[in-house]
Nanobody, 122 residues
Framework: QVQLVESGGGLVQPGGSLRLSCAAS????????IGWVRQAPGKEREGISC????????YYADSVKGRFTISRDNAKNTVYLQMDNLKPEDTAVYYC???????????????WGQGTQVTVSS
């Protein structure tokens, strides 16, 4: 069974940090690009970061660039999202996602985790 499981979310004050983890099972994460997508209540899903499986290039949405860092540990079949200088507008459910079929890397996804809640508030 193909599965992604996120962890590491929680409540943090503005300016604080969190590290999210996404553990993959049922497939080899190193073979695919993997991204992080977030969704705040009443808003559309926003792709915020992605890491390539071929050259290791990383991509970030303008809203998080300079504050978030994506990385992967292929030996652990896990991808991470280091979130620094968090802002209230970062509050959302964060999902990791990949495409194991024919989608465009970092643009189209068919495999999703269940998400982890990040709340930034004082």
């Amino acid at each position: 069974q193909v599965q992604l499981v996120e962890s590491g979310g929680g409540l943090v004050q503005p300016g604080g940090s969190l590290r999210l983890s996404c553990a993959a099972s049922g497939f080899t994460l190193a073979d695919y690009a993997i991204g992080w997508v977030r969704q705040a209540p009443g808003k559309e899903r926003e792709g915020i970061s992605c890491i390539s499986n071929t050259d290791g290039n990383t991509y970030y949405a303008d809203s998080v660039k300079g504050r978030f860092t994506i990385s992967r540990d292929n030996a652990k079949n896990t991808v991470y999202l280091q979130m620094d200088n968090l802002k209230p507008e970062d509050t959302a459910v964060y999902y990791c996602a990949t495409d194991t079929t024919d989608g465009l890397p970092c643009l189209e996804y068919d495999t999703w985790g269940q998400g982890t809640q990040v709340t930034v508030s004082s």
